[in-house]
């Protein structure tokens, strides 16, 4: 069930993709152990370009700012990535990937 893990992920986008945001959290919480939390201030990451141009998107990411003390430092190495984090949030993009194939996870 979801939210029952420590492992959290922030939803960053637009108030305008709600909608998408509540998608992506309900299926969180059935298909991954993550707790979410939301940032409606997108800002400095390479899905701000699409959302201005009005594209729904969102970013997944540690939960809170700071998680990383060593992000863009040559300390931020492969063997430094948390990869339940990663697994976690890859199998979010899968589920919801599957969902709207038509395809249960």
């Known amino acids: 069930a979801g939210g029952a893990g420590d492992l959290g992920a922030c939803l960053e986008s637009f108030a305008a993709h709600g909608d998408l945001l509540d998608e992506l959290q309900g299926v969180g919480a059935t298909y991954t152990t993550l707790f979410f939390r939301r940032n409606l201030s997108a800002f400095g990451s390479d899905h701000v370009p699409f959302l201005l141009a009005g594209v729904p998107t969102v970013m997944a990411i ?43 996870p």
Request: net charge negative; aromatic share 4%; glycine share 6%.
């Open 62 to 104: 540690e939960a809170y700012d700071g998680a990383n003390p060593i992000i863009h430092s040559t300390e931020d190495v492969f063997h430094a990535v948390d990869l339940d984090l990663v697994a976690e949030i890859t199998r979010l993009g899968v589920a919801v990937i599957a969902l709207r194939a038509g395809v249960a």
